[in-house]
């Protein structure tokens, strides 16, 4: 297998790639447009970074975030957001198709889950709802949930620089787990305590 996953965003795209035989996959992230490049430079920019990507570490299976559903946007996410992450979804399926790749969307929740744990996520969103009612307002438990997903990561030997790579593995670590691969970084999983334990 050789698997490219992807956290899809303008400012910062996460990825990673992980080929049978490796002991961890390599990750790094690519800015794929500021405040004023337009949409088209964005999906242009995407292209030509997974192109050369596609080049110096090869895949054919490409695995992404899903979307978000614009009919469960909670106030959190603009709808310009989405159109954008849309967007730049399409152009993943129109390099897939056009480089001979597989694509396959993976839900968030469903990867993130899987990845940091059912127990630690309802940890952080029973705190998160706390500390909105202190507040008075409402708070999104995204920045929570991805320092978790770092934490994860450097809990499992990788040290992605940003949470966009961290997503990135996480992603790929469940798509792999679906696929019936126990990735070489969990090998020594046992010997860990989990996530908000401490030894």
Request: aromatic share 8%; glycine share 10%.
């Amino acid at each position: 297998m050789r698997l490219c996953t992807l956290d899809l965003s303008k400012a910062r795209t996460g990825w990673s790639v992980w080929h049978t035989g490796w002991d961890q996959p390599r990750y790094g992230s690519w800015p794929l447009g500021g405040e004023y490049t337009t949409d088209g430079e964005v999906y242009l920019n995407l292209h030509r970074e997974l192109d050369a990507l596609k080049q110096v570490m090869g895949f054919d299976l490409i695995a992404k975030e899903q979307p978000i559903n614009p009919g469960k946007l909670q106030g959190f996410t603009n709808m310009r957001s989405i159109e954008l992450g849309l967007g730049l979804s399409a152009h993943v399926h129109s390099f897939g198709y056009s480089r001979d790749c597989r694509v396959v969307d993976v839900h968030i929740d469903t990867w993130r889950i899987d990845f940091v744990g059912s127990g630690e996520i309802a940890q952080i969103k029973a705190e998160v709802k706390a500390r909105a009612r202190a507040a008075g307002k409402r708070i999104s438990a995204r920045d929570d949930l991805k320092e978790a997903t770092i934490a994860r990561c450097r809990q499992l030997g990788l040290k992605p620089e940003n949470n966009d790579e961290a997503d990135a593995i996480g992603v790929g670590d469940y798509f792999l787990g679906t696929r019936g691969i126990i990735p070489p970084w969990r090998a020594n999983e046992v010997l860990r305590a989990p996530l908000g334990v401490s030894r």
